[in-house]
T-cell receptor, first 111, second 114 residues
Framework: SQQGEEDPQALSIQEGENATMNCSYKTSINNLQWYRQNSGRGLVHLILIRSNEREKHSGRLRVTLDTSKKSSSLLITASRAADTASYFCATDGTSGSRLTFGEGTQLTVNP | GAGVSQSPRYKVAKRGQDVALRCDPISGHVSLFWYQQALGQGPEFLTYFQNEAQLDKSGLPSDRFFAERPEGSVSTLKIQRTQQEDSAVYLC????????????FGQGTRLTVV
């Protein structure tokens, strides 16, 4: 079964706008990761945030983590058509063990 | 190798046929995972290896599913007597040793059971 839920399930925006995706999870975590998946392809790692971190940046990506609410958000700023993909959060409960994925958010960025 | 390699990319099997899916992880990666992904869904965990030891197989949906990694490198996921509900993309991922490490995924094998 999935660890958490992502919200929204689908998001459609115009190029240049910001996109925010949310993820909620159920159990304690060691870290939380975000992945991107283009249609018909494998998943690509975007960013990892540790359980003792509250915010992290990487390029146009900003991730927040609130362990008290068991939730995370991914913000993509100044979106581009090439950002169109599915985005998944994944929780890591124990070092090196399995990642448990959410259902994903399908992002469409219209040119 | 440069990345995680899976073969075949596509497999069509007749119901009842046995299939074998191969995963070649990144050289030196200790951990290897198999996931099943249905259309429009997130990846669902199947099984996990650390070197050649299968440490967790709790996600395998039935005893028709079997995975091995005999030398701690290449892994094979075998599905016996395939059923239509086995149709999905099967993803393999590997991770290096460490507390805060990312998983590297292969392109997946799309299995269609007809």
């Amino acid at each position: 079964s999935q660890q958490g839920e992502e919200d929204p399930q689908a998001l459609s925006i115009q190029e240049g706008e910001n996109a925010t995706m949310n993820c909620s999870y159920k159990t304690s975590i060691n870290n939380l990761q975000w992945y991107r998946q283009n249609s018909g392809r494998g998943l690509v790692h975007l960013i990892l945030i540790r359980s003792n971190e509250r915010e992290k940046h990487s390029g146009r990506l900003r991730v927040t983590l609130d362990t008290s609410k068991k939730s995370s958000s991914l913000l993509i700023t100044a979106s581009r058509a090439a950002d169109t993909a599915s985005y998944f959060c994944a929780t890591d409960g124990t070092s090196g063990s399995r990642l448990t994925f959410g259902e994903g958010t399908q992002l469409t960025v219209n040119p | 190798g440069a990345g995680v390699s899976q073969s075949p990319r596509y497999k069509v099997a007749k119901r009842g046929q046995d299939v074998a899916l191969r995963c070649d992880p990144i050289s030196g990666h200790v951990s290897l995972f198999w996931y099943q992904q249905a259309l429009g869904q997130g990846p669902e965990f199947l099984t996990y290896f650390q070197n050649e030891a299968q440490l967790d197989k709790s996600g395998l949906p039935s005893d028709r599913f079997f995975a091995e990694r005999p030398e701690g490198s290449v892994s094979t996921l075998k599905i016996q007597r395939t059923q239509q509900e086995d149709s999905a993309v099967y993803l393999c991922a590997s991770r290096t040793r460490g507390t805060y490490t990312e998983a590297f995924f292969g392109q997946g094998t799309r299995l269609t059971v007809v």
